[in-house]
């Protein structure tokens, strides 16, 4: 994704405790006293130390809160960007510190940072009326604050009985993997979503043998559709890596994977990458959750009915003024969604944009953008050649159309005529040039206008489609 940095030197300490700014604090429990009065928190309690929780703790200094801050982790190191870890395993031996992409130095920043004792319980204190918060850590401590942030992130998901497969989510997973990849190194990835399809090209590019094992029909059908993901099928062998699809694991065994259908793919390394879920589980009973995990907020980042209590990042299901609930797992989320959740947590009046969710990705030679979020039942259009003519990385777009929602102003939506319509998401492949335009489009007014007949030409801007 787009924060990159060079390799930098080793990991700054990992914990560090800095004097109260708030009220007296005991080390252990945070503040003596906290606010009810209904001006800003005299504590806050940042749970995770991603680039959600960095971002947000960086919002609440920069937005001149001089109350106590205290930042839980749970991987014992400063907090770092996590994309690189699979379009980068091999080229960037050391993880992408916050401090020297971004500029946020939490040890500066925080009271009390604890990068290796992640929170275990969440209560409420005090009256209905006078909320407080209280968070007990992996250590035994109780932190007491006015507000919670969550910005726990996700966890991978590993299916039980895959024991066997190794995942690719946190720096030393990416350390241990690079040290396995060699020339030659036999590894079977199963799930061809994001992390996958990075995966299966820096591996191959590395002289691996790779195969890539996906139940559905087509790469990234999840996440892009059957239809888009179909396209994106041949490049795995333009990149030297074999793809199966239609196919499921019915073992993972420490020497390979036995499908369902009875086929062997012998391995050195079996890798898992058929998702994450929201690190939530420690909140049961305490904060409502969807199916996933999720912790549903309002589009500020507040949970309803919890006052004091925030959640952003991958582990917030945010409300869209446009496009509903949008789940966790987007980048652009935890980079900018915690800066508008910390202003509603301050009461700093003043417009607070809904960002587009974005993705991007480098995966087998090509780079995709996706802003929005597909849904099932879209109507799909292309713009240019998926084959790519001669050499397969001519750019292209998918645009994703909600059923009937081709209109215009005063035009019936069947009026085949009327090709200004309200797109939900666009996919755009090996198009650099066009990311910056619809990017500023969609963050503008929340929503993206496009006039398919002009968008639809290849021959013409994509930016000049832009309503």
Known sequence: MPSVVPPVPSAPPATSAHPATGPAADPATGPATTRHDGGPPSSVVVVGAGLAGAQALAALRRRGYTGRVTLLGAEGVPPYDRPPLSKELLSRPSPAWLADDLGVDVDALADDVRLADPAVRLERTGATDAPGWSVETRSGDRLVADAVVLAVGSVPVRPRGWEHARVLHTAADADALRAALR???????????????????????????????????????????????????????????????????????????????????????????????????????????????GVPVDADGAVPGLPGLWAVGDCANRDHPVLGPV??????????????????????????????????????????????????????VLRGDPAGGATGHEGWAAFYLAPAARSGPGAPAADPAARVTDVRAVLLVDSPRDVGPVRKAMNRTGRLRVDLDVALDPAGRLRDALA
Request: glycine content about 14%; aromatic content about 4%.
């Open 183 to 293: 020339p030659g190194l036999r590894l079977v990835l199963v799930g061809a979503g994001w992390i996958g399809a990075e995966l299966a090209g820096v591996a191959a590019g590395a002289g691996a043998h790779v195969t890539v094992v996906e139940a559905a029909g087509a790469p990234l059908h999840r996440q892009l559709g059957p239809e888009v993901g179909a396209h994106l099928a041949p490049w795995y062998a333009a990149a030297g890596a074999e793809l199966v699809t239609g196919a499921t694991v019915a073992e993972v065994r420490p020497d390979g994977v036995r499908l369902a259908d009875g086929r062997e793919l012998p391995a050195d390394v079996v890798l898992a990458a058929v998702g994450a879920r929201p690190a939530t589980d420690w909140l049961d009973g305490v904060v409502p959750r969807d199916a996933r995990g």
């Open 327 to 380: 789940p966790g797992g987007h980048w652009s989320a935890a980079l900018h969604d915690p800066d508008a959740t910390v202003a509603a947590l301050l009461g700093d009046d003043g417009d607070r944009a809904a960002h587009a969710p974005y993705v991007f990705s480098q995966q087998l030679g090509h780079d995709l953008a996706l802003f929005g979020v597909p849904a099932e039942g879209d109507e799909v």
